[in-house]
């Protein structure tokens, strides 16, 4: 049981360890004494007592003085910690020194006092003949002549002075800041704060210790400034050394934007989308986003939502899936980024082609991919997407009024084996260099480079499968995102009907749907809701920067192939059937793949800056 | 000094003017695209602007701050700050540093204004606030370093009226809230210039966000006249015109 | 709940001293400060006005443990922001932010010699001017050294000292991979494979340096060497293959400081030569083919030893002090850059390598400043200078080589 005793006893150990650590290790003692001191030093230890010699350790009185000859020199230390240095023919007096009020008064001479922290209510001030100074925790010299002509240079701290006879002009009390000083020449003048000098910061700081020979003053001073710039050709000698890692990247710059990202997608896999922009000729820009996961794997869940079956192999190693979008222009490009805005600000320019190509790339001797091809329409003045795209330059491009207007898309398998492999065949097809085989059944040919003829090579190779297909016009589409609750996550399925070779039949395998899951996901692959995008309070930059948006294409088979029947979302979403139209990986016909590519917006904010110009006249 | 600066700043726009070579339009087209793309951190600039990071002044306890340029005028921010002293360096113990407590609040007035005529919009909030700490410690008598943590946050909080709400991505918003909300880093030096007047340097860097910015300032009695730099900012240099009382 | 008291009020009156310990007379610690920041516009002769700036804040502490022994602490913020720079080191829109620390630890060994086993981190942010968020940098880099060096002083009177230091680290880039390279070219060989995650460019640097200097001469030898972890060569079948790349760069530089009446000169002359086994691949867009990769001006080309060059450097800074007394100076510099390289074939505007001639640099840089000291601790600088780069590389559409530009900027520095 602890009695009250001691308790008492542990808080109070516990007080004086604190006050034996927390304070300065001190004297307690009543009163002042000499610390050291040379030369001619002479104290009178009271108010009425006799001048005799000093000593260390003598002790002086309330009321007593100390007083310095030429070439003497003291440290007197006071009760409450305060430290005073004298230097020669100094003459200082101890007029108060209460617990709390303490006044010296400096009657000739220089001194140097460093007062600490005072108690809340206690006082210190110093007098001279001309002013009255009263501190708290300062540091600072005071000079004066038996006139009253003195000088006050702050160290730390701050110091109020006050002059004992007021001025003709100007203010008669002050509160100097350290670095700062006052220099009376005669009582009674006018005088004002000034800012020290070096010259006169660095006397003031010196050792003012007694004994010691002018050039040893400085020591400690030029001690640090010694340490100083050693610190100083560190510093500069490390700066260098990171900086030499720096200068060993080997850089070659093959584009105009890159940037990359490692995230996961929303089946669960960790990806790696790298984008960039690059110029393969001068009048061309070239978009690419490129797609990687070192494992596949799809397990199916947006089936049951209203999405669309998944046919491929699970754990398929090493996907590559690629988003690449070319476009041409009417004029080359000026060689430095910097200025597309004016470029594409000038009218005269004008988009000469476009080509989107989406592509599954994980085999190259077995692509399936989906492309879109635009051609600008002169009398038009903008790009078209509709099957004149698919016929040799020079041919009179739609009339608007044309029922053929419509939206068209090249798909299919290409196989290695031909005359054309699939990778360079893909390279083709996204420089727009296929004409439809004008057998009626869509289609393809490769034309030749400048687009003026056919080559004859069949797109697609021995085994491949490739054909073009326009939307039909009376289908209705499939879009999931209609009676969605607000807050919903973001997710689209999307499928839109598209009639191969535009041969409006009602044969077998004469319409596929073209079906799109588009996720607008974050970087671990959750799905955002609205809400994250408008409710955050992060700005719009961060947000953009931590979200990807992916879409996973399939082209399916059409259960009824007859678009007059679809009427409705709902019919649509039951005609779509869960075979892919394109036989992929050797499978039955029916087993096919898809298309997943990951998208991040790094690149876009940053192209779009420089082309807003041309994006919104496309737009018009 | 300040003079000079301006003047040959002068002649080389001039000169760069008459040099075709100077795309003004790509310029500004970027300029305008960079807003679009981080409209938070365009405003949180003019923000940092009217923020008061400095220590005050060796013998002062109190001291309360507005901006001037170009926060109220021309962008209509208007705006308070406040520096309280907690204790003056050495006042505790020898050595322990000046702790002042910094903080403030803006609002837009034009914001407020534009919502009046607004058939869409019910309610703009376009304000924000700071609150901090600032450590001072004197490495002589005429340098002093400073450190220091503020915490700096930008509303934009638009609300719309019922049956006027827009589309997002296939949702109706009622309301749209960003802004800008990141824990500073401070750290300057400072030295006076003259008696009254201080000149510092500092730099500030958002820890979240990784915004970076310098501010050099020369301090007066009641004017201080900054020039704050922003790296990665839409408009670069800032000159930024403040006014202080301080007790 | 007293123990509690009682700690934090013993660690409060601790903190307390260790504070005062570090005021301004205190015979251990001495504090170091130096903040410089730059801002500057500049006009390139193709493209457009634009302006960057350079922040670098520093703070150190330097401990004397005991006599013989001292620590050093250094830690560095730098950003350094778009800037015309060498051709070939980095697009005028690369900026980067770095956070470093160093540590070193200092030992006298008798009167003459010293060692200085020392430790850094570092973590280095880039961006390009595609502005995509800094944490997303694909060059952001982490480093990791270890340092050890050794002093003999020579000639105590005229400063000579000789320096022998080795210095090791190890520099990981998180973010940075290559899918290009597995689009390009079937996943024939494990090193084609590109890897989902990044590191691809991770390394071991190893450097030795030989520096003596005397009487305000100073000169130096050094020798890197770079181990990559995960990049191997490319083979002229464009395949990337099993050999590790490696890189080595030996460098030599010579300077001295003089004061000639009322001039100050720093002239600087270095000599680097750079060899790596590593070779290129150039594909003229995504998805090029080619039949003959070594053909210059085929859709996909492969240069061999790409990165083999040597540069010469020469720099020559020079102030004029007014007076003695004045708060006014005025500095001028003259730099050239010139590297060519051995093995790469110059390019024409489109992007074809012709056979013949190598690739050659040439950067001079003319600078004027005007310096003015604010007062002890602070200064203040302006600045215009003149730079023509120039280069038998024609093919400018993503790294500039031809340009005259212009920069006038300001720049203060505070040090203590």
């Given at each position: 049981?602890?009695?009250k005793i ?28 000499i ?16 001048w ?19 070439g ?37 001479g ?18 001279t ?18 006139e ?5 240079q702050?160290?730390f701290?701050e110091?109020?002075?006050k ?7 100007g ?36 050792n ?24 100083r050709?560190?510093?500069?000698v ?48 070239q978009f ?23 046919n491929?192999?699970q ?15 009417s ?20 988009p000469?082609?476009a080509?989107?190509v ?13 492309a879109?091809?635009?051609?600008y329409d ?8 509709n099957p ?9 491009p739609?009339?608007?009024?044309n ?27 996204s ?21 003026s ?11 491949g ?15 999931s ?12 399925y ?18 596929m ?5 588009n ?8 799905i955002r809701?609205?809400?994250?995008f408008?409710?955050s309070?992060?700005?719009l ?7 990807a ?11 009824s192939?007859?678009p007059g029947?679809i ?33 991040i ?16 006249n496309l737009?018009? | ?18 040099n075709?070579r100077i795309d003004?339009t ?16 365009f405003f ?15 013998g ?9 340029f ?7 921010y208007?705006?308070?700050s ?10 505790l ?20 204004m534009?919502?009046k005529?607004?058939?869409t ?6 304000g ?56 500073f ?7 006076p ?13 958002g ?6 910015s310098?501010k050099?300032?020369w ?8 020039l ?6 839409v408009?670069?240099?800032h ?9 | ?15 307390g ?6 005021a ?33 804040t ?7 443990i005991?006599k ?24 005028f ?10 540590i ?7 009167d003459k010699?010293?060692?200085r ?9 880039s ?20 340092q ?12 000579g000292?000789?320096?022998l ?11 940075y991979?290559d ?5 390009e ?15 691809l ?14 009487n305000?001469?100073?000169g ?12 191997k060569?490319v083979a ?20 001295f400081?003089r004061?000639l ?14 060899r ?9 867009s ?20 790409n ?28 730099n ?8 790469r074939?110059?390019?024409?505007a ?24 604010i007062?002890d ?7 215009y200078s ?8 024609k ?22």
């Open positions: 049981m602890r009695t001691t308790l008492f006893c542990e808080y109070f150990f516990a007080f004086s360890l604190f006050l034996l650590i927390a304070l300065p290790s001190g004297l307690l003692a009543g009163e002042s004494k610390l050291s001191m040379s030369g001619t030093v002479e104290v009178r230890p009271t108010r009425e007592g006799q005799t010699a000093a000593s260390e350790n003598m002790e002086i009185g309330e009321g007593g003085a100390i007083r310095t000859g030429a003497g020199g003291a440290v007197m230390l006071m009760p409450n910690k305060t430290k005073v240095w004298l230097k020669e023919s100094s003459s200082l007096e101890l007029e108060q020194r209460q617990t709390l009020a303490s006044r010296l008064a400096l009657v000739f220089r001194i140097k006092v460093r007062v600490p922290h005072l108690l809340r209510k206690e006082r210190f001030e110093v007098r003949p001309s002013a009255v100074c009263a501190v708290r925790g300062t540091e600072f010299t005071l000079g004066t002549d038996e009253g002509k003195m000088d006050l702050v160290l701290g110091v109020k002075l002059f004992a006879i007021p001025p003709d002009r203010s008669d009390e002050f509160s100097i800041p350290q670095g700062q000083g006052l220099r009376l020449e005669e009582k009674g003048r006018e005088a004002k704060p000034a800012l020290l000098t070096p010259k006169a910061e660095r006397e003031a700081l010196e003012w210790n007694p004994g010691l020979k002018p050039a040893e003053r400085q020591k400690d001073l030029r001690q640090k400034e010694n340490d100083r710039a050693q610190i050709e560190f510093a500069k490390t700066t260098n050394s990171e900086n030499t890692v720096k200068s060993f990247l080997n850089v070659v710059k093959e584009s105009d934007l890159e940037a990359g990202r490692t995230l996961n997608d929303v089946h669960g896999n960790l990806v790696r989308v790298d984008q960039r922009m690059v110029r393969p000729e001068p009048d061309q820009i690419f986003n490129l797609v990687k996961r070192p494992v596949y794997g799809n397990n199916g869940s947006s089936l049951a939502d209203g999405g669309f079956k998944y491929g192999a754990g398929v190693p090493e996907r590559l899936d690629y988003m690449q979008m070319t476009m041409a222009f004029k080359d490009l000026p060689q430095s980024l910097e200025q597309w805005p004016s470029f594409f600000s000038d009218n005269s320019i004008k000469s082609w080509s989107f989406l592509a599954n790339r994980t085999d190259a001797s077995e692509i399936f991919f989906v879109q091809g635009y051609k002169a009398p038009r003045d903008m790009l078209v997407n004149w795209v698919l016929t040799v330059d020079g041919t009179t739609m009339l608007d009024t029922p053929d207007d419509r939206n068209v898309i090249m798909t299919g398998i290409l196989k290695d084996g031909g005359a054309v492999t699939a990778l360079d065949g893909l390279n083709r097809i420089k727009l260099q296929v004409l439809d085989a004008g057998a009626g059944n869509g289609t393809l040919v490769y034309s030749n480079a400048d687009r003829a056919s080559s004859g090579i069949s797109v697609g190779g021995p085994g499968n490739v054909v073009w297909a326009v939307k039909t016009d009376n289908a209705s589409s499939y879009s995102s209609n009676n969605r609750p607000d807050n919903a996550p973001l997710v689209q999307q499928a839109d009907m598209y009639d191969i070779g535009n041969q409006q039949g009602a044969g077998a395998n004469e319409y749907w073209f079906a799109k899951e996720y607008v996901i974050g970087n671990g692959g959750n809701t609205a809400s994250d408008t409710n309070s992060s700005d930059f961060t947000l953009l920067k931590s979200n948006l992916e879409s996973v294409m399939y082209i399916k088979k059409s259960v192939n007859d029947t009427i409705t979302g709902q019919n649509a979403k039951a005609d779509i059937s869960v075979s892919d139209y394109f036989a992929y990986g050797g499978g039955a016909a029916g087993s096919g793949t898809n298309i997943d590519v990951v998208f917006p790094d690149l876009m904010v940053a192209a779009v800056q420089r082309m807003l110009p041309a994006i919104t737009k018009d | 000094m300040k003079r000079l600066t301006l003047t040959f700043l002068a002649l080389f726009l001039m000169q760069g003017a008459a075709a003004w790509s310029t500004g087209m970027k300029m305008v695209g960079e807003i679009v793309a981080n409209p938070a951190g949180y600039d003019f923000q940092q602007d009217l923020e008061a990071t400095t220590p005050l002044p060796p002062r306890s109190f001291g309360i701050q507005t901006g001037l170009p926060t109220l005028i021309p962008l209509t208007t705006n308070a406040a520096k309280l002293r907690l204790h003056a360096e050495g006042h113990a020898p050595g322990v540093p000046q702790v002042d407590l910094i903080g403030g609040y803006w609002n837009m007035l034009a914001a407020k534009a919502t005529d607004s058939q919009i019910d309610s703009a909030k376009f924000g606030y700071y609150a901090g700490a600032i450590v001072t410690s004197s490495v002589s008598p005429r340098v002093r370093t400073f450190w220091g943590y503020k915490h700096s946050v930008l509303d934009a909080k638009l609300k719309f009226k019922a049956g006027q709400e827009p589309e997002f991505l296939g949702t109706k918003v009622n309301s749209f809230d960003t802004g800008f909300n990141d824990d880093f401070i750290a300057g030096i400072e030295t210039k003259g008696v009254g007047k201080l000149w510092s340097m500092q730099l500030n860097y820890l979240k966000t990784q915004t970076i310098t050099v300032s301090y007066g009695k009641y004017f201080e006249l900054g704050n730099i922003f790296p990665e900012g408009l670069v240099v000159p930024v015109w403040n006014f202080h009382l301080n007790f | 709940m007293k123990k509690t008291i009682l700690t934090a009020v013993l660690t409060a009156g601790l903190a001293r260790l504070c005062a310990a570090v301004e007379d205190s015979k251990i610690f001495t504090p170091y400060f130096d903040m410089t920041m730059t801002e500057a516009g500049f006009m390139p002769s193709q493209g457009n006005l634009f302006s960057g700036g350079n922040i670098n520093q703070v150190g502490l330097l401990t004397k005991a013989n022994d001292q620590i050093f602490g250094l830690y560095n913020f730098n950003y350094s922001g778009q800037g015309f720079a060498p051709q070939d080191t980095k697009q829109t690369d900026r980067s932010m770095a956070h470093s620390f160093t070193e630890y200092r030992r006298a060994i008798g010699f010293r060692v086993p020392g430790i850094s981190f570092s973590h280095d942010y961006r390009t001017g595609a502005d995509e968020a800094w944490k997303n940098g694909l060059y952001n880099m982490n480093t990791f050294g270890l050890l060096a050794g002093d003999y002083v020579f000639d105590m009177e005229k400063n000292i000789v320096t230091a080795g210095l090791t680290k190890t520099v990981k880039f998180p973010n991979t899918l290009l390279r597995e689009f070219n079937p996943a024939s060989t494990a090193a084609n494979i590109a890897s989902a995650n990044g590191g460019e991770d390394q071991t640097l190893k450097q030795v340096s030989l520096r003596p200097s005397w305000n001469f100073f130096g030898l050094t020798y890197t060497q770079q181990d990559y972890a995960n990049q060569v002229n079948t464009g395949t990337y293959g099993n050999t590790a790349q490696k890189d080595k760069t030996t460098s030599v530089d010579f300077g400081h004061s009446w009322v001039f100050d000169l720093y002239p600087m002359v270095s000599y680097t030569m750079h790596s086994n590593q070779n290129f691949i150039r594909y003229k995504l998805g090029a083919t080619s039949t003959n990769l070594l053909d210059g001006s085929s859709d996909v080309t492969f240069v061999a030893r990165y083999d060059y040597n540069e010469t450097t020469l720099s020559v800074p020079l102030d004029i002090n007014l007076s003695k007394t004045s708060k006014w100076a005025i500095g001028g510099a003259f050239v850059t010139s590297r060519k390289y051995t093995d074939p110059e390019r024409d489109n992007n074809n390598y012709l056979a013949g001639t190598k690739q050659q640099n040439l950067m001079t840089t003319l600078t004027g400043s005007i310096r003015k000291r007062n601790v602070a200064m203040m600088r302006l600045f003149l730079v023509v780069a120039s280069s038998n590389a093919f400018e559409q993503y790294m500039p080589y031809n340009y005259t530009g212009n920069t006038f900027g300001i720049s203060y520095q505070l040090s203590y």
